[in-house]
């Protein structure tokens, strides 16, 4: 005789299933990655994006324990995230391509050199007409706790804000649990940018775990393709967000 009771086994497949449906339904419109694509792939080909990898030469920007130096992390990033536009048919300009800052090296005076270099970075962007300004950093903070990647966009402008918020989800959903979300930060370069820019903190190199992922190629090439996917995204027709 057939029996209409189901097996534990079953009860749990179905529960599972219910589950990954509804938080499937539960992102709203927000395209799954291959769609999402997929669909905007075209629309984002014969761009300009500007790569800006912080600091460089003799300014290291933050240092880790192990002395990994936030310069070389964001070069090596940029690189990823250059290779991932030109793959999608972006023209990529990335403002440095070594270990060097783009002062004059007859500038000795630390704070006005400072000040050149990251003035000559939005120079480039505006000399190239860029469509988006992504510069790349890492977080530092006395305390080794905190961790988690994290995107900034200049106070009072709605696409900037659009950008980092979308590039900060595919942050979070590509490098995994990170409560971090996009703020608006009073950055220089954001500031004079002239187009949508952003600045991503990719993690925390006072954070020995997320200092030591930081500084691995396979890291370095999902935080390059998490932040390619929020440039998709923000680009996307149907971007929720
Ligand atoms: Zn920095």
Redesign the pocket.
């Known amino acids: 005789m057939r029996t209409w009771f189901f097996s534990a086994k079953q009860v749990i497949w179905c529960l599972l299933t219910c589950l990954a449906v509804g938080i499937y339904l539960g992102t709203g419109s927000e395209l799954p990655l291959p769609v999402l694509r997929e669909a905007t792939l075209p629309a984002i080909s014969g761009l300009t994006i500007v790569i800006d990898p912080?600091?460089g030469g003799d300014d290291p920007?933050?240092v880790s324990v192990k002395g990994d130096l936030?310069k070389d992390i964001?070069l090596a990033i940029a690189e990823e995230l250059e290779y991932l536009l030109r793959k999608a048919a972006v023209f990529a300009v990335v403002v440095r391509r070594g270990d060097y800052d783009l002062a004059d090296s007859s500038e000795t005076n630390l704070l006005k050199r400072k000040r050149q270099d990251l003035d000559r970075r939005v120079a480039l962007a505006k000399e190239a007409q860029a469509d988006l300004f992504i510069s790349i950093?890492?977080n530092f903070f006395p305390s080794p706790i905190w961790y988690g990647a994290q995107t900034f966009y200049y106070p009072g402008r709605p696409e900037d804000e659009r950008l980092a918020k979308a590039i900060q989800a595919e942050l979070v959903r590509h490098l995994g649990p990170n409560k971090r979300q996009a703020l608006p930060g009073d950055f220089r370069v954001l500031r004079e940018a002239g187009m949508p820019a952003v600045l991503i903190e990719v993690g925390f190199l006072s954070n020995p775990k997320e200092a030591a992922l930081l500084s691995e190629r396979g890291y370095q090439k999902r935080v390059a393709a998490a932040i390619f996917d929020g440039i998709l995204r923000y680009y996307s027709a149907a971007n929720s967000l």
Do not use: Q
Request: no cysteine; aromatic share 0%.
């Open positions: 912080g600091h920007g933050a936030e964001t950093h890492a």
